[in-house]
């Protein structure tokens, strides 16, 4: 599966965006997502996850309540709305995918295979 990530920018801070993470191949439903970031000279960290066998979203504690994942089968995309953003939000974000993934590794980066390119959220204050 491919991925392409798309819809960063520059915002102020309280504003929002929405990133999208578009996907080619037929069994994508089949996968979960997860969306990281990458800092300026920090490592990569979870923001949030999709498991697509049982329709369960988590979150990052420090995206909880701010940011939403969604999935849109039948567009082949996944969406991760980010609201009340913040300036530490600043970061590359990345989209992942990945088949066989259970609950308590989401949050692990290095467990997804597939991966698209990162789309920049810039937080201006």
């Known amino acids: 599966v491919q991925l392409q990530a798309s819809g960063g920018g520059l915002v102020q801070a309280g504003n929002s965006l929405r990133l999208s993470c578009a996907a080619s191949g037929r069994t994508f439903s089949r996968y979960s997502v997860g969306w990281f970031r990458q800092g300026p000279g920090k490592e990569r960290e979870f923001v949030a996850a999709f498991k697509w066998n049982d329709g369960s979203t988590h979150y990052a504690d420090s995206v909880k309540g701010r940011f939403t994942i969604s999935r849109d089968n039948a567009k082949n995309t996944v969406y991760l709305q980010m609201n009340g953003l913040r300036t530490e939000d600043t970061a590359v974000y990345y989209c992942?995918?990945?088949?066989?993934?259970?609950?308590?590794?989401?949050?692990?980066?290095?467990?997804?295979?597939?991966w698209g390119e990162g789309t920049l959220v810039t937080v201006s204050s």
């Open positions: 992942a995918a990945d088949q066989r993934l259970i609950r308590s590794t989401l949050h692990i980066w290095q467990q997804y295979d597939y």
